[in-house]
């Protein structure tokens, strides 16, 4: 990366700030309760100590193979707070419960399962987040919105997760109030769930094109990769 590249991570990073207080405000929201996660999936170290640089301190990435160097390269960091966003198989369930500290994207009892056995007893319960998809798209991955208060029981009697909140991944939509929609139910089966007892405090919605619909919703974390970081050169898994 550049110099160029690097000196603009600090800028972006204010920039989405500012973007978030402004929609936490037309919203009638506290910003302060609201998170920015930086998705550095697909950046070199050197851009997240960029980041870090810039005070941001939660980091979210997709690829176990990708995140694990860079996880060993700012291990001295440990303020940091690592968050696997990525799809999760059952072979990566160990490594991701030993290092990351939490998950957004747990979708079926048997991940959740092996993430609870495999969380290692001296580190804090991991905090999860449910993964619930909203549209019928084939292939996306995600609970329907209906079995997700099944699986959060499921989750409340393993005592090495903490189950945090609600997360999805909408299809893109063609404008703002489209965009509002999928959001809006995401936040309802929040409420609907915290009325059944649990105490939700997560709600992980909000990507770059789409986190202030997310804040305007009730979003309480937004997953901003490009907006911070520049496009992205390529992905891999
Ligand atoms: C890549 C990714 C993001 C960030 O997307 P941008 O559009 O680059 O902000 C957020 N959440 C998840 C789950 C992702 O995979």
């Given amino acids: 990366m550049t110099n160029a590249t690097l000196e603009s991570i600090a800028l972006n990073i204010a920039t989405v700030r500012a973007r978030m207080v402004a929609a936490a405000a037309q919203a009638g929201r506290d910003p302060a309760g609201i998170r920015l996660l930086a998705v550095s999936k ?34 001295r960091r440990q303020e940091l707070a690592w968050h696997f966003i990525g799809s ?61 208060a099944a699986l959060a029981q499921r989750i409340s009697a393993m005592p090495r997760l903490r189950l945090r909140g609600l997360m999805t991944i909408p299809p893109p939509a063609k404008d703002a109030d489209a965009q509002r929609l999928p959001f809006r139910r995401l936040g309802k089966l929040f409420d ?37 970081f520049g496009r992205r050169a390529q992905e891999h898994s």
């Fill in 42 to 75: 697909a950046q070199p170290v050197a851009a997240i100590e960029a980041a870090c640089e810039a005070g941001q301190m939660e980091y979210g990435e997709n690829y176990l193979q990708e995140a694990l160097p860079k996880l060993d390269a700012l291990r």
């Fill in 88 to 148: 999760l198989q059952g072979n990566k369930t160990r490594t991701v419960a030993e290092r990351f500290a939490w998950v957004h994207t747990v979708d079926r009892e048997r991940i959740a399962r092996r993430l609870h056995e495999h969380r290692p007893p001296a580190l804090p319960p991991l905090n999860v987040c449910i993964e619930v998809r909203l549209s019928d798209e084939p292939n996306k991955s995600g609970i329907p919105p209906e079995e997700a």
């Fill in 192 to 228: 609907s769930l915290n009325a059944q007892g649990y105490t939700l405090d997560t709600l992980s919605m909000g990507m770059s094109g789409d986190f202030a619909a997310a804040i305007a919703e009730g979003a309480t974390l937004v997953r901003v990769g490009t907006a911070i």
